[in-house]
C-alpha cells in the first residue's frame, strides 16, 4: 500500500499518544519528536527518489540489457486487480490460500475457478505464476487438516498436505485450466515445500494431466536447493520463498520475532543456498525466480541487484516496491550485479553484506535510496 511500517519495534507500546514519530520503512529506524532537519531531510529524499523513480518503466532489466522480470506478489482478487493496472510483467506469486482461510468445506471446482477467471483477468498475455494450497503450519484450512503436530512447520503442509489429501490438489489443478482457457493468462503453477525429485516429478504429472502447461516447485528448503540440479528436472521452472528457505537454513523460526536476526535475507549462508538454487538451474536450463514474502526481499533494491548476479531470472515483489527495483537494475550491468553478489557472499554478516554491497553501488543508487 506503500505506507512506511516498522515491526517489531521493542519499546512502541511505550510511546505516549501524540507523540511525533518519523518512520523510515526501508532502513526500519523510527525517531521519536523529529527535529525539522530531519523531516526536511527525509523530504527531499522522498522527493529526489519520486523523481528518480519517474524516468525508468517498462520491463526489467539491467544496464547492458540483461533482462530480470519483474512481477507481483498478490492474494486474491483485490491485489489482482489493482496490480493489473500498473506497469508490472505479471504476477510471480499468487497465494491461493488466502482466498481461502475462512472457508469450513473445500469449495467446489466451479467456486474456485469463478475466484480464479477473476484474479487471472487482469492478465491476458502476461504471466501468472500460481502457488497451489500452502496450507499447515501457520496457515490452517479448516477442510485440509491433518490434525495436530508437534512441530507444523516441518510437518505435512504444501505438497506434502496435498500427497495425503490429493483430491484438494487434483480439484484446484482443475479451477486452474479451467479459468486459464477463459482468460487467456500465461498460468504457471508451482508447489510448495518441495524437498525431493520425486516429489517434483508427482506435482509436475498431476498440472499437465489438467491441460496447465508449465509447472514449477517453490525452493524453500534446503535439500531442493542443495539438489536442484534433479528437483528441476521434470518441472519448468523454480521459485525461491526466501521467508522459509531463511528459517530452514538458519533454524530459527519464522515466527519468532527476537529470532529476526536470523532470518535476515541477507545472510551469507542464504545467500550461499539461493545461488547452489541458481547453479541448478544454469545446469537444467530452468528459470529461477524470488518471491520473497517475509520482509520483501525481492523489494529490496540493493538485494535484487545481488539476486539478479546469483542468476535470478525474474523478481517478484509488492507492486509498490517495483520501481526502485527497477531503477536500481537499470543503472548496473550485469557483471557488476554479479560482483556485488560475490562481496555479499564473502561477508562475515548480514549487516556486512548489505553494507558491502551498498558501498559498492552505483552512487547514483545510493544518492537516493
Known amino acids: ?38 523531516i526536511e531531510a527525509q523530504r527531499e529524499r522522498r522527493e529526489a527518489l519520486a523523481a528518480a523513480l519517474a524516468g525508468v518503466s ?45 472457508a469450513q468445506t473445500m469449495p467446489t471446482v466451479e467456486e474456485q475457478a469463478e475466484v480464479y477467471r477473476r484474479v487471472l483477468a487482469p492478465f491476458p498475455g502476461r504471466r501468472v505464476v500460481v502457488r497451489t494450497l500452502d496450507a499447515g503450519a501457520d496457515k490452517p484450512l479448516a477442510f485440509a487438516n491433518l490434525g495436530e503436530e508437534e512441530n507444523p512447520a516441518l510437518g505435512r503442509r504444501g505438497l506434502r498436505l496435498c500427497q495425503a489429501m490429493p483430491e ?45 502447461p508449465k509447472a514449477g516447485v517453490m525452493i524453500e528448503v534446503p535439500a531442493a536447493a542443495l539438489r536442484s540440479r534433479h528437483v528441476l528436472e521434470d518441472v519448468d521452472f523454480g521459485s525461491l520463498g526466501t521467508n522459509d528457505l531463511a528459517q ?63 542468476g535470478v531470472s525474474s523478481l517478484s515483489m509488492a507492486p509498490s516496491k517495483v520501481p526502485a527495483v527497477r531503477l536500481a537494475l537499470s543503472v548496473h550491468t550485469l557483471d557488476e550485479c554479479r560482483e556485488l553478489a560475490g562481496r555479499a557472499r564473502a561477508a562475515r554478516s548480514a ?19
Not at 549487516?351 to 535510496?369: G, H, P
Request: charged share 20%.
Open 1 to 38: 500500500m506503500g505506507i512506511p511500517a516498522v515491526v517489531q519495534l521493542h519499546g512502541a507500546t511505550a510511546i505516549a499518544a501524540g507523540t511525533l514519530v518519523a518512520v523510515d520503512g526501508d532502513s526500519g529506524e523510527v525517531t521519536l519528536e523529529p527535529d525539522m532537519a530531519l
Open 58 to 102: 517498462g520491463a526489467g532489466a539491467t544496464r547492458d540489457g540483461h533482462a530480470v522480470a519483474l512481477l507481483a506478489n498478490i492474494g486474491g482478487v483485490d491485489d489482482a486487480e489493482a496490480a493489473g493496472a500498473l506497469d508490472l510483467e505479471g504476477v510471480g506469486l499468487f497465494r491461493t490460500e488466502f482466498v481461502y482461510l475462512s
Open 168 to 212: 484438494v490438489l487434483d480439484s484446484q489443478l482443475e479451477a486452474l485450466a479451467i479459468a486459464a482457457r477463459e482468460t487467456g493468462a500465461d498460468v504457471r503453477v508451482m508447489a510448495p515445500m518441495v524437498a525431493t525429485a520425486d516429489e517434483a516429478a508427482w506435482f509436475a504429472a498431476r498440472v499437465r494431466a489438467v491441460g496447465l
Open 248 to 310: 530452514y537454513t538458519m533454524a530459527a523460526d519464522r515466527m519468532e520475532g527476537e529470532l529476526s536476526d536470523l532470518l535476515d535475507p541477507w545472510q551469507p549462508a542464504v545467500l550461499d543456498v539461493v545461488a547452489a538454487a541458481c547453479e541448478g538451474g544454469a545446469v537444467t536450463g530452468k528459470p529461477i525466480g524470488v518471491c520473497g514474502v517475509c520482509g520483501e526481499s525481492a523489494g529490496d533494491p540493493y538485494l535484487a541487484l545481488v539476486l539478479a548476479g546469483l
Open 351 to 369: 549487516s556486512e553484506a548489505r553494507e558491502a554491497v551498498r558501498a559498492a553501488a552505483s552512487a547514483e543508487l545510493t544518492a537516493i535510496l
